[in-house]
Structures are given as C-alpha cells and as structure tokens.
Nanobody, 119 residues
Framework: QVQLVESGGELVQAGGSLRLSCAAS????????MGWFRQAPGKEREFVAS????????YVAGSVKGRFIIARDNAKNTVYLQMNSLKSEDTAVYYC????????????WGQGTQVTVSS
C-alpha cells in the first residue's frame, strides 16, 4: 500500500509555471506507475499524465502536451508535474495517483492540490 501527499499548487498568472510534487510513503514506490489527474469545478476528473514505475515511459494528455512534463525520482519517492505556459483552463484540483505494476487501475489517490490560473 502507498500513501500520497501532493503539494505545490497555488495561484499563478496565465503564462506562468508551477511544479507539483507528490510524495509517496512506503518502500516499494519503484513498483508503482504514477499518474496525475485533475478535476475542474463542475467537470469530471480527467487524466493529465502518467509515468511508468522505472520512469522510462511517460504519457501526457493531448490538452497539455508540449506544456506539462511528468517525472519521478524513485530515490526520493516523489513524482513531479512540471506545468509551463499555464492557461486559465488548467485551473483545477490536481490529484496524484498510484497503480501497482501488476494491476490495471489507479487504486491509490492523494488528497489533491489546488491550481488556479488567473487570466
């Protein structure tokens, strides 16, 4: 099992950058694929980006491709989401999630961190 705590969300102007962090507990972090999701007010939660357990493979949603980068540091049990060229439509609560390597769904979730982009 793994516990996740996100941080780094704040109010930022459009065009600015933020880096979100997600710290994971436990000694098996390197066996979990990690993902970032977001949920804007009145909308369903949507996928943003994911990274394989080793960090070798990443996938980013089309809406943020070229602007957001996902990375991880297994030595620090942390996954990051670098967000550049932020737009007002990126405003949402951002959630970190973990998927154990042998499963097909993200079963562990953090509490979320608020990102607000002012235009």
């Amino acid at each position: 099992q793994v516990q996740l705590v996100e941080s780094g969300g704040e109010l930022v102007q459009a065009g600015g950058s933020l880096r979100l962090s997600c710290a994971a507990s436990g000694r098996t972090f390197s066996r979990y694929a990690m993902g970032w999701f977001r949920q804007a007010p009145g909308k369903e939660r949507e996928f943003v980006a994911s990274i394989s357990s080793s960090g070798s493979y990443t996938y980013v949603a089309g809406s943020v491709k070229g602007r957001f980068i996902i990375a991880r540091d297994n030595a620090k049990n942390t996954v990051y989401l670098q967000m550049n060229s932020l737009k007002s439509e990126d405003t949402a609560v951002y959630y970190c999630a973990a998927r154990y390597e042998s499963t097909s769904s993200f079963d562990y979730w953090g509490q979320g961190t608020q990102v607000t982009v002012s235009s």
